[in-house]
């Protein structure tokens, strides 16, 4: 299983970015999809995850209404859109496989490296 997250880059404060994680050796239907972040000196944070058939979206409280998780079952690819970016944001983001939408790292199964994303003011 592979996952390659892509997309990230340095945006200023309120601008946008749409991250992407293709996903290969797997049957992409069969799993949950989920983004996770880790800043600087801080720990893994769940951002968002998408279920198996894309009908269940979980956000974190601090993303909501700015961040849109989805995926494309033809190209294997989940998206992370993100918008109105605010400097809290800035931390390198990684998405995973898992059976469930759910928040906790410890429920997902494969992981891909990591796209730094760095918002600035």
């Known amino acids: 299983v592979q996952l390659q997250a892509s997309g990230g880059g340095l945006v200023q404060a309120g601008g946008s970015l749409r991250l992407s994680c293709a996903a290969s050796?797997?049957?992409?239907?069969?799993?949950?999809m989920g983004w996770f972040r880790q800043a600087p000196g801080k720990g893994r944070e769940f951002v968002a995850a998408i279920s198996r058939s894309g009908s269940i979206t979980n956000y974190a409280d601090s993303v909501k209404g700015r961040f849109t998780i989805s995926r494309d079952y033809a190209k294997n690819t989940v998206y992370l859109q993100m918008n109105s970016l605010k400097l809290e944001d800035t931390a390198v983001y990684s998405c995973?496989?898992?059976?469930?939408?759910?928040?906790?790292?410890?429920?997902?199964?494969?992981w891909g490296q990591g796209t730094q994303v760095t918002v600035s003011s």
């Open positions: 050796g797997l049957t992409f239907g069969r799993y949950a």
């Open positions: 995973a496989t898992g059976s469930w939408p759910r928040t906790q790292a410890v429920e997902y199964d494969y």
